[in-house]
Nanobody, 123 residues
């Protein structure tokens, strides 16, 4: 059974940083694309960042480029999202997800999701 467990969310002031982590189990992590998505109230879920199997390809939404960094450790089955220079508009529930594809930034191509972690940025 696939499990994705996120941690690291919380309340931070604008301009601050948070580091989200996701520990995966129940599947072959090294051959799965991984992504971080977020959903704010009243908005659709969007891909914030994604990373391919061997981390050769990464994707960032325009709104987070230069501020967020996605990384993975295949030895520890962990994917991390470092978030710097946070803005109020980054407030959302953040989800870790897995795709069986080599790489994807489309929510429809992800088949397993974590429970989500709340990130709140105060202005």
């Amino acid at each position: 059974q696939i499990h994705l467990v996120e941690s690291g969310g919380g309340l931070v002031q604008a301009g601050g940083s948070l580091r989200l982590s996701c520990v995966a189990s129940g599947f072959t992590f090294s051959t799965s694309a991984m992504g971080w998505f977020r959903q704010a109230p009243g908005k659709e879920r969007e891909c914030v960042a994604a990373i391919s199997w061997g981390a050769l390809i990464t994707y960032y939404a325009d709104s987070v480029k230069g501020r967020f960094t996605i990384s993975r450790d295949n030895a520890k089955n962990t994917v991390t999202l470092q978030m710097n220079s946070l803005k109020a508009e980054d407030t959302a529930v953040y989800y870790c997800a897995r795709s069986s594809r080599y790489y994807s930034n489309s929510p429809s191509e992800y088949d397993s999701w974590g429970q989500g972690t709340q990130v709140t940025v105060s202005s």
